[in-house]
């Protein structure tokens, strides 16, 4: 039996609110929302492009609302400029790390590693830069959580800096645990505590970074009650910590994670990583799955 259904322009049968199924008979038609684009390549022009710790430089940029609509633990794939010598060929992924409404602004805050990123230290204010997004599943935030735990490291901290703000206009505590190799590179420290979070941050260098003690600090969150979700992004060894606790006391949580991409929309399975679902191995695409995922099923 046939059972595709005629649509028809709402007012072609007499203006009422129906459409012709191919039997002939009238149905009530849906309302069906114009479609949007989610997603763009736009020419963003460069606002900023500062170093704002020794690694780590901060960008922001002038847009269009599709990008500044982009939410926390979204990306966008960026083609960098080609440093003196260097081709970086394809795209680079970055997640967002604030965005603007008015003026249109989206920032990002990136760890000199390579030539993309090497290309990204050459623009200065003024110069333009073709950014393609917001792509990817991003964070989120029940609005029944009163406190949430948000545990990051190195660029990781970039993802998970937005949170803060989504969280604080929901009017959900937010408890920072900011790890780095030294107190410098604890970047996204201040935006935290602008929006309110409490942060606390561990180091290699102060030897306080390790799982045990961060697993310390964590159980002594879980048990003062102030957390009904764990947020985290940039470390397996932290990742391990968190998916044991939230087992062992039922807490839900997410995870950002990171892998080398190449176009960012689903169609190359360059970004492909395993995920442990209900026991059994389940392939996943970072790019169009995520990269925010369910933490109990992440695989270092
Ligand atoms: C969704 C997403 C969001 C990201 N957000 C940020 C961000 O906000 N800030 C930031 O600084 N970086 C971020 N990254 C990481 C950034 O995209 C990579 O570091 C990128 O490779 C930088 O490009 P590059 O040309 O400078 O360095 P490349 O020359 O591409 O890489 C430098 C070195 O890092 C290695 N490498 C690159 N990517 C990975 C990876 N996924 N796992 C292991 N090794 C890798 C390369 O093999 C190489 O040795 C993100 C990555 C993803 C997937
Ligand atoms: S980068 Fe192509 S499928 Fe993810």
Same mark, same amino acid.
């Given at each position: 039996m046939q059972l595709r259904i005629v649509y028809a322009k709402?007012?072609?049968?007499?203006?009422?609110?129906s459409m012709l199924h191919e039997s002939g008979q009238q149905v009530e038609a849906e309302a069906v929302a114009p479609w949007r684009a989610t997603a763009a390549s736009e020419i963003a022009t460069v606002v900023s492009n500062r170093a704002?710790?020794?690694e780590y430089r901060r960008l922001v940029l002038s847009c269009g609302p599709i990008a500044s609509g982009a939410r926390p633990g979204q990306f966008f794939q960026l083609l960098c400029p080609q440093p003196a010598?260097?081709? /970086?060929?394809l795209r680079r992924p970055m997640s967002i790390y604030a965005t603007q409404a008015d003026p249109h602004r989206i920032e990002f805050l990136y760890k000199v590693a390579g030539a993309g990123t090497r290309g990204l230290e050459t623009l200065d204010a003024g110069d333009t830069i073709d950014v393609f997004g917001p792509l990817g599943v991003g964070f989120t935030l029940d609005p029944q959580w009163r406190r949430i735990v948000v545990v990051g490291r190195g660029a990781g901290l970039a993802t998970l800096a937005p949170l803060a703000r989504a969280a604080a206009e929901m009017g959900i505590g937010v408890t920072a645990v900011l790890s780095a190799?030294? /107190?410098?590179?604890?970047?996204?420290a201040d935006l935290f505590q602008a929006c309110g979070a409490d942060v606390i941050g561990v180091t290699d260098a102060e030897a306080t970074s390790g799982p045990a003690n961060v697993e310390k600090i964590l159980r002594g969150l879980i048990s003062q009650q102030r957390c009904d979700a764990f947020f985290t992004c940039g470390s397996a060894r932290l990742m391990r910590v968190q998916q044991r606790l939230a087992a062992e006391f039922a807490i839900p949580g997410q995870i950002a994670l990171e892998q080398q991409m190449a176009c960012?929309?689903?169609?190359?399975?360059?970004?492909v990583r395993d995920f442990n679902v209900d026991g059994g191995i389940v392939t996943r695409r970072v790019c169009w799955d995520g990269p925010v995922f369910d933490l109990a099923e992440a695989m270092p």
């Open positions: 709402l007012g072609f049968f007499g203006g009422d609110d704002i710790a020794s010598g260097e081709k /970086p060929f190799r030294r /107190p410098d590179l604890l970047v996204s960012g929309i689903g169609l190359c399975y360059c970004c």
